[in-house]
C-alpha cells in the first residue's frame, strides 16, 4: 500500500553502521576521522571522482577521493578489463577494499576461467518467458529439422552451470559473449507440494541435468527450519537423503518426463538433444510408481538397453 | 472543539466529494489530511490498491476498508518475468482470498499480477461473491482450467475474465462449455495465454453469440484462421480482437469472408494476436485500419515491406507493438505515418543471434522521436546506440515519461566513440523531466548514476544491469532520486556501503531488487536488524548464506517496506534477516 506521500526527510534517520568506526558517518560529524580510514569494510574507492554528498545532514555521508591520497583515475574505455566489476578498484590502495571486491567478483573469476569465450547469462535480454517460447514455437513450426540446428546456433560450447536455474552471473566484456536461450521445464517431485523450474539448455547431458535436480530435490540444508518452510516436511528431507542417485536405479527416486505426446517416459534412453526437444515436464517420480513405464518403455523401445541409464 | 465541529461539513458531504477522487494517491492524500478525514474515507474507499500484496496483511486491509468492492494485489518481484526469482519464492494469493470469502461477500473486483493462484482459490472467489464481476490475473500461475470451468459455472455476473500471459494448466479446454447457456454478461474475455490445442469452437460462439455486450475479445493461438470469421460474425461490436494463429492456406474464399467480416466490425479500435502470419491474409483487416488506435504485432513474423504497408494505413495509431522487423525504413515510414503514437514497443526477433539479423539500429529511434510529438513511451531492443542519437531523442522528445532501451549484448559502448553511454542517458533524464520509468543498458559507469541522481527527480522505477563501478552509482540513485519506488539491480559491483548509507531511503520505497551484486550477508544482517519496518530477504539456492564467510556477497537480495513484519510462507533457499540478527528460515 502506498503511504500518503514519500517524505524521505524525516526527522529520525537512522544509519546502520557496521562497527562504531563506520566509513559512512551519521551526520553529526562533518569532517572525516581519521580511523574511518582504517575499518574493516574497506573502500573500494577507485580512483574516479566522487562528488561530496552535503544534504543538509539527512543523509550520510560518502567520504570523497577528496578524503584520501589520490589514487589512479580510472579510464572509462570500454576495453578495460573483462572482469564485471570495477576495474579501477584494483588500483584501491587498501589490500581489504580488494579482498571484498574479490569476493564480490569471485563468481565472475571463476566463470570467466571456466566459460572462455563464452558465458551464460540468466534472464538476459529481459524478454518474458512467453514471448521467447513463443518464438520457439514458430522456429519449430517453420522447419523440421530447423529446431535442432536451432539448438546447435544456442547452445553455447561449455554449458557448464552449477546450477540449473541459477546462471553464472558474470559477463565478459569481450563481445563475445554468447546469450543463451533458455529452455526451462517445470520439475515435480512426488511428496514436495512446490516445484521447481530447471533450465535444460544449461545442461549438456544427462549427468549434469541429475546432478542439478539431486542438488535441489535431494541435498539436505543442514539450518532448514521445517516451521518456516511450507515446502518441505523434514521427515521427507531426511528420508531423501539416503538416495541420492536418481539415474542408475539405486535410488528411492527415478527421474521421468513427459514428452510432446504426453506419455511418461523414464530419463535416459534417448540422445540428449533428442530429449531436449521432446521433453515437456519432468517429475521425480518414486521407484515403486513408476514400474508401470518399463513395460511401456520396452514396447516402445525393444532394442533399447534400459539399463543404459548414464 | 465545539465551534470546531459547527464549521466542519457533515460526513455525507465529504464522503460525496471524495466519491470523485478514484487515485489511489489522492485517496491517501486525502486520509493523512486530519483524523476524521481518514475516518471518512476509509469507509468509502471502493478499491483498494496494494502494491506489495507483502507489505501488508489481508487483515489490516479489512480492518481499514471494511467496504472495498475491489481490490488490486501484486506479488513477485519485476524480474521474476525474467526468470530471475526461483519457483515457489511466494507470492500466494490463498491467504487473501480466504481472509475476504470471509468478511466480504459483496466483493466485486479481483486483479492480481505476478502472483500465484490455485484452483482452490478460484474455486472460493467463485463460491464467495455473488456479486463477482471483474476477474484480471496477470501473469499469474499455479492455476489450472478446472478452477476456470468453476468460476465460468458459478459466477452468473462475471464480466470480465482476462488472463494476460498467464501460466495455465490446459487440463480440459470445456471449461468454456461451463458458462450456462443463460449467461450473457460477458464485456470482456482474454484467454490469449492459453496453449491448449483443442479449443472448443462452438462453445465459444455460442458465447460470444449470447453475450451481446462484449467489448473484448483475445483468443489464443489455436485458435484457426478459419474459424475467426464465425467467430466475429457474431460479434460485430467489439472494440478490442486479438486473432489466433493467422496462417491458413491461402484461398481466396477464406479471405473474402474474413475481409467482409472485418468490413462489418465498426467499432474496432485494437487488434492483436497475429502468430504465424502469412502476409497475404494482412489486406483482410486493411478496412479496420483507419480506425485503429492500438496494433500488437509484437508476434507477427513479417518482414519490413508488409510491416510498412500495414502501418500506412493506420493514421490514428496511437500504441504500436512490433517485432524488429520493422527495420529502421519501417519505424521511419511509422514516423510520417502515425502523428497519434503514444507508446512504441520493439521487440527482438533473435535476441541470442551473434550477427543482427535485421537492419534495426538506433536510428530507427531517433526517426520516432522526431516524427510523433506525442510519443511518451517506449520499449526499445537494439544492437547499437551512441551518446549522439540519445541525446538527439532526448531533445526530440522531452515528454518521455517511460524510456526502457536495451541493447543487447551487455556492456555495448558508444558505437561511434567507444564510449559509455553515461552522456546519452544524461542528457535522457535531463531533457525528459516527467520521467516516471527509466531502463539502462550499454556500457554505463558511476556517472550516468550521477546524472540520474540529479536530473531525475520525478523518477519511481529504474532498472539497471550490467552497470556501473562502484557504490558510488547506487548512492547516486538512492540519495537524489526524491520520488523513487522501485529499484532492481543486476550485476552491478554494488556493495554494502551504498545502501547502509541510504537505509532510511529504503523505507520510502516499495522495494529494491539486487541480484549478482556485491553486498555481503553482513551488511543484509545489519540492515535487517537495524530496520524493523524493512523485510530484507536472500535469496541463495547455494545454501544458507551462515555456511559462508560473512563477507561473501549473497546471491540476491530483496527488501521491502512493511507493516506486517516478516513472512512465513518463505521456502528454503529464502531467509528473512530480522530484528534477532539471525536467520529466520
Not at chain 2, 500506412?312 to 505515418?337: F, T, W
Not at chain 2, 530507427?364 to 549522439?388: I, T, W
Request: hydrophobic share 35%; proline share 5%; with cysteine.
Amino acid at each position: 500500500m502506498q503511504g500518503g506521500g514519500g517524505g524521505s526527510e524525516s526527522g529520525s534517520m537512522s544509519t546502520v553502521s557496521m562497527e562504531d568506526n563506520m566509513v559512512v558517518s551519521s551526520e553529526d560529524s562533518s569532517c572525516p576521522d581519521e580511523s574511518e580510514l582504517e575499518l574493516g569494510l574497506g573502500l573500494s574507492l577507485g580512483g574516479f571522482k566522487m562528488h561530496q554528498v552535503s544534504r543538509g545532514g539527512h543523509y550520510a555521508r560518502i567520504l570523497t577521493a577528496k578524503d584520501f591520497p589520490s589514487v589512479i583515475s580510472a579510464s572509462s574505455s570500454p576495453s578495460s578489463s573483462s572482469s564485471s566489476s570495477s576495474s579501477s578498484s584494483s588500483s584501491s590502495s587498501s589490500s581489504l577494499s580488494r579482498a571484498n571486491v574479490t569476493a564480490g567478483t569471485k563468481r565472475t573469476a571463476d566463470s570467466v576461467a571456466a566459460a572462455n569465450s563464452s558465458s551464460q547469462v540468466v534472464g538476459w535480454p529481459p524478454i518474458r518467458a512467453y514471448r521467447m517460447n513463443s518464438m520457439v514455437n514458430q522456429a519449430k513450426n517453420q522447419a523440421t529439422e530447423g529446431f535442432n540446428s536451432t539448438m546447435e546456433n544456442h547452445k553455447s560450447e561449455t554449458s557448464t552451470v552449477e546450477k540449473g536455474t541459477t546462471g553464472i552471473s558474470s559477463y565478459q566484456n569481450s563481445g563475445n559473449a554468447k546469450l543463451r536461450k533458455s529452455l526451462f521445464v517445470k520439475v515435480n517431485m512426488d511428496g514436495i507440494p512446490i516445484g521447481r523450474k530447471v533450465d535444460m539448455n544449461a545442461h549438456e547431458s544427462y549427468e549434469k541435468l541429475a546432478k542439478t535436480l539431486e542438488d535441489m530435490f535431494l541435498k539436505t540444508t543442514p539450518n532448514v527450519n521445517p516451521a518456516g518452510s511450507r515446502a518441505l516436511e523434514l521427515g521427507m528431507m531426511n528420508k531423501l537423503t539416503r538416495s541420492s542417485k536418481l539415474l542408475d536405479g539405486s535410488s528411492d527416486f527415478v527421474l521421468t518426463y513427459e514428452d510432446k505426446e504426453g506419455d511418461w517416459m523414464l530419463v535416459g534412453d534417448v540422445p540428449w538433444k533428442m530429449f531436449l526437444s521432446s521433453v515437456k515436464r519432468l517429475r521425480i517420480m518414486r521407484t515403486s510408481e513408476a514400474t508401470g513405464l518399463a513395460p511401456r518403455l520396452h514396447e516402445r523401445n525393444c532394442q533399447r538397453q534400459r539399463s543404459k541409464h548414464i | 472543539m465545539h465551534k470546531k465541529m459547527a464549521f466542519s461539513f457533515p460526513d455525507e458531504v465529504l464522503e460525496h466529494v471524495f466519491s470523485f477522487i478514484q487515485s489511489d494517491k489522492d485517496r491517501n492524500a486525502v486520509s493523512m489530511v486530519c483524523k476524521s478525514w481518514y475516518e471518512i474515507e476509509r469507509w468509502c474507499r471502493r478499491k483498494v490498491f496494494v502494491g506489495n500484496c507483502y507489505a501488508v496483511s489481508p487483515r489490516m486491509v479489512i480492518r481499514r476498508f471494511p467496504e472495498f468492492r475491489s481490490i488490486e494485489l501484486k506479488g513477485k518481484p519485476h524480474f521474476a518475468d525474467f526468470n530471475l526469482v526461483p519457483d515457489g519464492w511466494g507470492g500466494y494469493v490463498s491467504p487473501w482470498i480466504e481472509e475476504m470469502a470471509g468478511a466480504y461477500p459483496w466483493l466485486e473486483e479481483i486483479r492480481l499480477k505476478r502472483m500465484v493462484v490455485t484452483d482452490e482459490s478460484l474455486e472460493l472467489i467463485a463460491k464467495s461473491f455473488k456479486n463477482f464481476k471483474v476477474l484480471v490475473l496477470s501473469s499469474c500461475e499455479g492455476f489450472s482450467t478446472d478452477g476456470l470451468a468453476v468460476i465460468a459455472a458459478s459466477c452468473k455476473n462475471l464480466k470480465e475474465l482476462d488472463l494476460r500471459d498467464c501460466e495455465v494448466d490446459d487440463l480440459s479446454a470445456h471449461w468454456l462449455s461451463h458458462f450456462p447457456e443463460t449467461y450473457t454478461s460477458l464485456v470482456s474475455l482474454n484467454i490469449s495465454c492459453l496453449g491448449s490445442d483443442e479449443v472448443s469452437f462452438s462453445a465459444l460462439e455460442r458465447l460470444v453469440g449470447r453475450c451481446t455486450n462484449l467489448k473484448t475479445l483475445r483468443l489464443n493461438r489455436a485458435v484457426p484462421l478459419d474459424k475467426i470469421a464465425n467467430i466475429l460474425r457474431h460479434a460485430p461490436q467489439l472494440v478490442e480482437f486479438g486473432t489466433g494463429t493467422y496462417t491458413a492456406d491461402v484461398r481466396p474464399d477464406v479471405y473474402s469472408d474474413l475481409a467482409g467480416v472485418f468490413s462489418s466490425c465498426k467499432e474496432l479500435k485494437s487488434l492483436s494476436g497475429f502468430w504465424d502470419v502469412v502476409p497475404d491474409y494482412l489486406p483482410a483487416i486493411y478496412p479496420v485500419c483507419s480506425k485503429l488506435t492500438s496494433l500488437n504485432l509484437s508476434y507477427a513474423t513479417i518482414q519490413s515491406p508488409d510491416l510498412i504497408k500495414l502501418v500506412s494505413h493506420c493514421p490514428n495509431l496511437q500504441r504500436l507493438l512490433v517485432l524488429d522487423y520493422i527495420e529502421d525504413s519501417g519505424l521511419e515510414v511509422l514516423a510520417s505515418s502515425c502523428k497519434d503514437l503514444q507508446e512504441l514497443r520493439v521487440f527482438p526477433s533473435d535476441p541470442f543471434g551473434a550477427e543482427p539479423n535485421v537492419s534495426l539500429t538506433e536510428q530507427g529511434l531517433v526517426a520516432v522521436s522526431l516524427g510523433c510529438p506525442k510519443l511518451q513511451s517506449v520499449l526499445y531492443f537494439c544492437r547499437r546506440m551512441s551518446n549522439e542519437a540519445l541525446v538527439t531523442i532526448a531533445r526530440n522528445r522531452p515528454n518521455f515519461t517511460r524510456f526502457r532501451l536495451c541493447i543487447i549484448e551487455p556492456k555495448t559502448a558508444d558505437y561511434l566513440t567507444l564510449e559509455p553511454l553515461d552522456v546519452g542517458f544524461g542528457a535522457i533524464v535531463q531533457y525528459c523531466k516527467d520521467l516516471k520509468r527509466l531502463s539502462l543498458s550499454g556500457l554505463l559507469t558511476d556517472r550516468v548514476f550521477e546524472y540520474i541522481g540529479t536530473y531525475a527527480k520525478k523518477l519511481e522505477m529504474l532498472s539497471v544491469a550490467f552497470a556501473g563501478d562502484s557504490d558510488l552509482g547506487l548512492h547516486h540513485v538512492l540519495s537524489g532520486c526524491e520520488s523513487l519506488r522501485k529499484l532492481e539491480i543486476r550485476d552491478c559491483p554494488f556493495g554494502d556501503k551504498a545502501l547502509l548509507a541510504n537505509a532510511a531511503k529504503l523505507e520510502t520505497m516499495r522495494s529494491l531488487w539486487m541480484s549478482s551484486c556485491a553486498v555481503s550477508f553482513a551488511a543484509c544482517k545489519l540492515l535487517g536488524q537495524k530496520m524493523p519496518r524493512l523485510n530484507v530477504e536472500v535469496i541463495d539456492e547455494r545454501g544458507p548464506p551462515d555456511s559462508r564467510p560473512e563477507n561473501c556477497p549473497v546471491d540476491k537480495l530483496y527488501i521491502y517496506r512493511s507493516i506486517a513484519g516478516p513472512r512465513f510462507d518463505m521456502p528454503p533457499f529464502v531467509w528473512t534477516m530480522d530484528e534477532d540478527s539471525g536467520l529466520r528460515l
